[in-house]
């Protein structure tokens, strides 16, 4: 693979390199941070999914809206 390979982001090179040059703490550390920023975005991605089908059906079967309870 060449160097200059980035994969996904143009800055992968730069992180690859803050990575390598972390102890492992902070290796474990960032990977908590990283991790956890992900889960937060899953949840929100999956929440707004849910609040989309619980309002459609709210609005589909005319009980007025879901914020009145």
């Given amino acids: 693979m060449p ?3 980035g994969g996904w982001s ?8 803050a990575r390598a040059s972390m ?3 902070q ?3 960032w990977l908590e941070q990283a991790l ?4 937060h975005q ?3 991605r999956e929440r707004a999914k849910r609040q989309a089908i ?5 609005s589909e079967g005319g ?6 309870y």
Avoid: M, Y
Wanted: negative net charge.
């Fill in 36 to 39: 956890l920023a992900w889960g």
């Fill in 54 to 58: 619980v309002e459609a059906a709210w």
């Fill in 3 to 5: 160097d200059d390979w």
């Fill in 42 to 44: 899953r949840l929100a």
């Fill in 23 to 25: 102890t492992p703490l």
């Fill in 63 to 68: 009980h007025g809206s879901p914020d009145d």
């Fill in 27 to 29: 290796r474990i550390e």
């Fill in 10 to 17: 143009p800055h992968a090179k730069e992180r690859r390199a």
